[in-house]
């Protein structure tokens, strides 16, 4: 769609007779440009989408298979729950923290505070030693699980935030300010 778009710009910049319209800043832009530009957004905003819903669909998967490990007593290495399709950090570290955030609210069941999660962390032998405040670091991994679409935030009785694995696709991410 923005290719096509992208083409006709380029066939009708070879025209002498370009017409223009008003951009949002009062600056003249060609039609075509606009056309580009709009067809683009549109095109990101259905990427932005289906993004959304392949994310809670994977989160649903992994937590069946969770449930079903558990139920048929399977072993951990029988099946990867790890697997990510994110460009996340810089290395496996911060993927493996990522990923170990997601098991800890996938098995949790329920909603857990940020240091309910460091504490699942470090019970399951995972290091946080190198982090300045682990605490601040789990919070940044539950908001970007947010961001995926995959957790959300809740406001517990007691006024204070926790986070919950986004178990079916009816449940939305929560929006960003």
Known sequence: MVSRALHELNESSNDLSI???????????????????????????????RRSEIMKRIGAVKQTLVGLTSIFDCSAQMINLTGSVFAEGSGPHLTGLTNACRMALLQAGTPLRPHQVRDRLRFQGLSLENHRDPVATVTTVLRRLGQYGEARPVVQADGKRAWEWIASEEHQAPKQS
């Open 19 to 49: 017409s223009t319209v008003e951009g949002s800043d009062g600056s003249q832009i060609s039609r075509h440009a606009a056309e580009v530009v709009r067809a683009a957004q549109l095109e990101l905003d259905a990427l932005i989408r």
